[in-house]
């Protein structure tokens, strides 16, 4: 009888090592079969392969939050994405009004040939209407309208249009030429207001839409673009600190609205530059909205702005004038006019005397002297420096109220 071989130790791990490799092996394919068991989930299948990548969600509609501003440590090569300029218009344009004026003028007629020969002849007139159309806008519920002193003065009539169509004659609350802004006021109810932002920030570069009614074509909107800030010395107004812009401003437009991308007030459309044989396009002026502000506040408040006045006319000098006096152009004005009985002319001020310096400041233009001394309360004092031919002065004047013509309507 046969003896079976005895296992050894090298039979026995030989044995536990397969063991150990099918069960693995076994597990693994239990667990790639039944992924549940240990509360796996099977992987998605792979997507298909494409072309190009998919195009990119639609960017989300314009609001303040959503609009980026440059600053401290902001990335100026990020995109600014702006998909359009619907809300703000929507937001602002109800505001808006077109302005319909119109005044009676009467004309001596030219005499015919036959009454001339025979002498005296009675004269005779005509009359006509002058119509003229411009914008406004509503600035508080109580119907308070601004809008520019040239769109309504002289006017017999001014009746304003409602961006929903409605239609009412508008009373003068006062008038500064100065500036040439006015104030309207309007008797209805339920009345859309335009938000009245700042126009303190503004920065050349920000975007601007322009609102108005430019040649009766009713509501229009323009944009543009701030192009510079803080223009004077245009020759249209007294007080001359414009903001300027790309928007399209055409007639029509004067009174009307520019405001940010927010929908809000920053300003009133006054001029654009005469584009009349090849002239530049693209260069128009607006009043900014803080100026606006206290001009409305004191009108509403007075029936007029209050500004100070020394009673003396000044000029800025000229190059040869500079050269005589031995200062550096810009460095003082010349009085050109001067009221007699006044405390400047008293003082010994006399039309040719410079002026240097107002309140311990050098004088830089004659609108600088003129917007500085409009700042100033009437009743208080002021100091003068300047020289009355080759002598230097330094005296001191009393703030009167400046006078204005505006006019007046009940």
């Known amino acids: 009888m046969s003896k079976l071989p005895v296992q050894g130790p090298r039979a026995f791990v030989s044995f536990l090592l397969k063991a150990i490799v099918f069960g693995l092996a076994g597990a693994f394919l239990l667990v790639w079969w039944k992924p549940a068991i240990l509360g796996l989930h099977a992987a998605p299948p792979a997507p298909p392969a494409q072309l190009s990548p998919p195009a990119p969600p639609a960017p989300p509609a314009l609001s303040r939050s959503a609009v980026p501003t440059a600053g401290p440590g902001s990335d100026s090569r990020a995109p600014i994405v702006i998909q359009s300029f619907a809300d703000a218009v929507a937001r602002a344009a109800p505001a808006v009004v077109n302005i319909y004026t119109a005044r009676v003028v009467t004309e001596r007629t030219q005499a015919a040939p036959l009454d001339q020969l025979f002498g005296d002849y009675w004269p005779s007139y005509r009359q006509h209407v002058e119509r003229s159309l411009g914008s406004g806008v509503i600035v508080d519920a109580q119907g308070t309208i601004v809008t520019n002193q040239h769109v309504v003065a002289g006017a017999d009539s001014i009746r304003v249009q409602l961006a929903d169509g409605r239609v009412a004659d508008a009373k003068v609350v006062g008038l500064d030429p100065d500036t040439d802004l006015a104030i309207l006021a309007l008797s209805i109810k339920k009345l859309p207001v335009m938000p009245v932002g700042r126009s303190d920030t503004l920065r050349v570069g920000d975007i601007v839409l322009a609102i108005g009614n430019p040649y009766g074509l009713s509501q229009t909107v323009t944009q543009g673009i701030v192009s510079a800030i803080g223009r004077g010395q245009l020759g249209l107004a007294t007080f001359e600190n414009f903001i300027q812009t790309d928007a399209a401003i055409n007639l029509g437009n004067s009174g009307g609205a520019l405001i940010d991308i927010h929908g809000e007030l920053i300003g009133i459309n006054t001029a654009v530059l005469n584009r009349n044989n090849g002239g530049p396009e693209g260069i128009g ?86 917007s500085r001394v409009a700042a100033l309360k009437p009743g208080s004092e002021v100091e003068l420096e300047g020289r009355h031919a080759s002598q230097p002065f330094k005296i001191k004047l009393k703030v009167i109220e400046r006078p204005t013509h505006e006019l007046r309507r009940s």
Request: hydrophobic content about 40%; overall charge negative.
């Open 285 to 370: 002026f607006a009043i900014p909205v803080n100026l606006v502000r206290g001009v409305m506040q004191q009108i509403l408040k007075n029936g007029h702005v209050v500004r100070g006045w020394l009673g003396f006319v000044p000029q800025d000098l000229s190059e040869e004038q500079s050269a005589q006096y031995g200062i550096q152009t810009g460095g003082g004005i010349t009085v050109v006019n001067i009221v007699v009985k006044s405390q400047a002319y008293e003082a010994g001020l006399r039309p040719g005397d410079l002026v240097t310096g107002v309140a311990g400041e050098n004088v830089r233009s004659s609108q600088d002297l003129v």
